[in-house]
């Protein structure tokens, strides 16, 4: 898919119209254009289903309307400015265990894959938010059905139904790991670490009557995906990065003193440019709900539109040797383009991801620990990626820590 959509764009420009089924498709990659999608006419772009929506049913990120504008309001406050102080402690305290396990491997020689650490750390910070409780073992174990699923998500049948059938075994699992979650909030009171966002929903709902349980499993999965997926993924692929280029490491910890400010920039300017290369969202479908002008150009009413951060991100005339990794185009005066819409690794405008700063603090204070004290040697790394909700990469991750 994205071989053929860099090929659109390359013979046809960042405003390109062709053909991929019975609809008009129109690709997007303009900053320009990307901004008029996304920012400044979303009423006239609308999203009509999710891809994951057989995962996380109708959950912020698949719902429309007037229940996602009411869903979204209710979340919004929890991911920014104080809102995310609650979090800070569950952050570090994920982060040491993280950190723990990494110096006992080691210290042992004992292997380790890294993708599969970045996916428990990130697990285990989203559902300390989520229920206040650290992941145990058992509960880690059940929601590894959630990366099954999303992994299985291009393959499965058209057809919701037949596409259920194919991963209802992990789909049961899942559900029986929120449904759990669920009881042992309305019972139990807060976790060890204070009540979560689960605790949340279950408090709105003796006075909104849409927050079923039916409808609270949903916030809970879609959180716990776009909570652990998106943070997991980048942190994997700025390993594999720096393990191709180790001077970036060690200039960001050239860059002041442990726990400084400048460190701390040199440190996010790392997971910014793996953003860059490998966006959170590389892929944002729209469908024109009326005919409009975009940039110049005409699209139809009913036409299927295409936003691709991907590309956007590795068009050359926006960031010189696009393909290259250089956290200093984040560190440098002029090191990227100053347009809204070329850089948009969480999407823009009102449906850009409610969790950016949540999953920015994370990546950050993981890398914080680890980045001093561990280098990753890595037995072998994936030769392609694999697109689906994320880009991943596509194969295991085996090293030994040095």
């Known amino acids: 898919m994205v071989d053929l959509l860099a090929l659109v764009r390359e013979r046809l420009g960042g405003v390109a119209a062709f053909r991929l089924g019975p609809s008009p498709t129109v690709l997007v990659t303009d900053p320009g254009a990307v901004r008029h999608v996304l920012a400044l006419h979303p009423d006239r772009y609308v999203k009509r289903s999710h891809r994951a929506r057989l995962l996380i049913g109708d959950g912020v990120l698949a719902a429309t309307g007037e229940a996602w504008k009411s869903q979204r309001r209710l979340l919004q406050s929890q991911f920014t400015g104080t809102g995310m102080r609650r979090y800070e402690r569950r952050?570090?305290?994920?982060?040491?265990?993280?950190?723990?396990?990494?110096?006992?491997?080691?210290?042992?020689?004992?292997?380790?894959?890294?993708?599969?650490?970045?996916?428990?750390?990130?697990?285990?910070?989203?559902?300390?938010?989520?229920t206040g409780h650290p992941l145990d073992d058992g509960t880690e174990r059940e929601l590894g059905s959630v990366a099954a699923v999303v992994a299985a998500m291009p393959t499965l049948p058209a057809g919701t139904a037949d596409a259920r059938d194919a991963v209802a075994a992990d789909l049961a699992r899942i559900d029986g790991v929120a449904h759990r979650a669920i009881a042992a909030a309305r019972t139990g009171g807060a976790g060890p670490d204070g009540p979560?966002?689960?605790?949340?929903?279950?408090?709105?709902?003796?006075?909104?009557?849409?927050?079923?349980?039916?409808?609270?499993?949903?916030?809970?999965?879609?959180?716990?995906?776009?909570?652990?997926?998106?943070?997991?993924?980048?942190?994997?692929?700025?390993?594999?990065?720096?393990?191709?280029?180790?001077?970036?490491?060690?200039?960001?910890?050239?860059?002041?003193?442990?726990?400084?400010?400048?460190?701390?920039?040199?440190?996010?300017?790392?997971?910014?440019?793996?953003?860059?290369?490998?966006?959170?969202?590389?892929?944002l479908p729209r469908y024109a709900a009326e005919a409009d002008f975009m940039t110049g150009y005409a699209v139809e009413?009913?036409?299927?539109?295409v936003v691709c951060p991907y590309l956007t991100h590795r068009d050359p005339e926006l960031w010189p040797d696009p393909d290259r990794f250089d956290p200093r185009r984040f560190t440098t005066p002029d090191g990227r383009p100053t347009h809204p819409g070329a850089y948009l690794p969480f999407g823009i405008g009102p449906r850009a991801c409610l969790g950016l700063q949540f999953a920015l603090r994370e990546a950050t204070v993981?890398?914080?620990?680890?980045?001093?004290?561990?280098?990753?040697?890595?037995?072998?790394?994936?030769?392609?990626?694999?697109?689906?909700?994320?880009?991943?990469?596509?194969?295991?991750?085996?090293?030994?820590?040095?």
């Open 301 to 305: 009413a009913g036409s299927d539109v």
């Open 196 to 283: 979560g966002l689960l605790h949340l929903l279950i408090g709105v709902s003796g006075e909104r009557p849409e927050y079923t349980d039916g409808l609270i499993r949903d916030e809970l999965i879609t959180l716990l995906v776009a909570g652990h997926e998106t943070t997991a993924t980048t942190l994997t692929w700025l390993y594999l990065l720096l393990d191709r280029h180790p001077a970036a490491r060690d200039e960001a910890l050239a860059a002041g003193a442990p726990g400084s400010a400048e460190r701390r920039r040199a440190v996010q300017a790392l997971v910014y440019e793996t953003l860059r290369l490998y966006p959170s969202a590389w892929i």
């Open 91 to 130: 952050i570090a305290e994920a982060a040491r265990v993280t950190a723990e396990r990494w110096s006992a491997c080691a210290r042992t020689g004992q292997p380790l894959d890294i993708g599969l650490e970045m996916r428990r750390f990130a697990l285990d910070t989203i559902w300390r938010s989520l």
């Open 366 to 402: 993981l890398l914080e620990h680890l980045l001093p004290v561990h280098v990753p040697a890595f037995h072998s790394v994936p030769a392609k990626a694999a697109y689906s909700i994320t880009v991943r990469p596509d194969g295991p991750t085996p090293a030994t820590l040095r």
